[in-house]
């Protein structure tokens, strides 16, 4: 799936709003996604119904997105949709003495 | 220090230390001859695409899932699929040191770039083993140490980069 941020550098200003969101707790940072959004459709639209249109097309859309791409539909896991970086961080293994392998 | 319960060393590169005619078990050489690191696949939901530790597991090419009569590697590589070798990483500036009365191994980080799981059923990062290569043919590379246990795993592939970030006290002690 292509990145729908992947557009007049939107991923270099959402990696900065997320930059500046870091640490904010989840229901707050919610808020304020929905307040954006409902400032930019009030910005738009001139009627009611229209508000309404869009804002059933972009649930409509971030929906699809959140279930059918981030989550597999077998499973019910989450699912890596754009590369990014994962990291493992091992511990020190201490070998055990005595001979007796831990496995 | 407690003991990961999921990550060992395999016996049979330990016994070598024994053996005056085990070739290409040192785990201070560079190159071609230096220790790397590949990812595998365990617990995969069939069983037939998964590695399985043994400790009577000696050799690279002891890396392989059953697949239905038909091994295969179980290891990633850069596109997913099971090809021995496309996708290891070397552990570069290794180093022995003795901490207190323990030998332990250590080197830098590494990162395996753009992992993806485009292979059918080949989905997820369970495990990374070390093993000692040599410009031989893979059955004569030693694995070295299993480690299925730690912060991170299982790691599902999305065609990003899978760093490995070492502990600060080094990757094994004996």
């Known amino acids: 799936m292509k990145d729908p941020l992947q557009q007049q550098d ?27 959004l409902i400032n930019a459709i009030r910005a ?60 | 220090m407690a003991y990961p319960s999921g990550n060992a060393l395999y016996p049979n590169w330990k016994v070598t230390a024994w053996q005056e005619l085990s070739s290409f078990k040192s ?54 699929s099971p090809n021995p070798g496309a996708l290891q990483q070397q552990i570069t500036t290794a180093t022995l040191n003795i901490v207190g009365a323990a030998p332990v191994f250590d080197g830098d980080d590494v990162t395996f770039l753009q992992v993806t799981n485009i292979f059918a059923g080949f989905n997820s990062v369970g495990a990374l083993v070390l093993f000692r290569m040599n410009a031989g043919l893979s059955s004569t590379w030693r694995l070295v140490y299993y480690c299925d246990t730690g912060a991170g795993f299982p790691v599902l592939p999305n065609g990003g980069n899978v760093t490995i970030q070492w502990n600060a006290g080094g990757i094994f002690a004996i």
């Not at chain 1, 009627?47 to 981030?70: G, M, W």
């Not at chain 2, 201070?28 to 690191?37: A, E, F, K, M, R």
């Not at chain 2, 002891?62 to 239905?68: C, Q, T, V």
């Open chain 1, 10 to 36: 939107a991923t270099a200003l959402f990696n900065e709003i997320s930059q500046r969101l870091t640490g904010t707790p989840v229901n707050i940072v919610r808020d304020i996604a929905v307040s954006i």
């Open chain 2, 27 to 80: 785990l201070d050489q560079s190159g071609v001859n230096g220790v790397y690191c590949c990812l595998v696949q365990i617990q995969a939901p069939n069983p037939n695409i998964s590695y399985t530790y043994s400790n009577a597991h000696t050799f690279y090419t002891d890396l392989i899932a059953p697949n239905s009569g038909s091994p295969q590697s179980a290891i990633f590589n850069v596109g997913g």
């Open chain 1, 44 to 103: 738009t639209a001139r009627t009611r119904s229209d508000a309404e249109a869009q804002i059933n097309e972009v649930f409509y859309r971030a929906k699809s997105i959140l279930l059918d791409a981030h989550y597999d539909s077998v499973t019910g896991k989450p699912r890596g949709v754009f590369p990014y970086t994962q990291v493992i961080t091992p511990p020190l293994h201490v070998e055990p003495s005595g001979g007796i392998n831990p496995k």
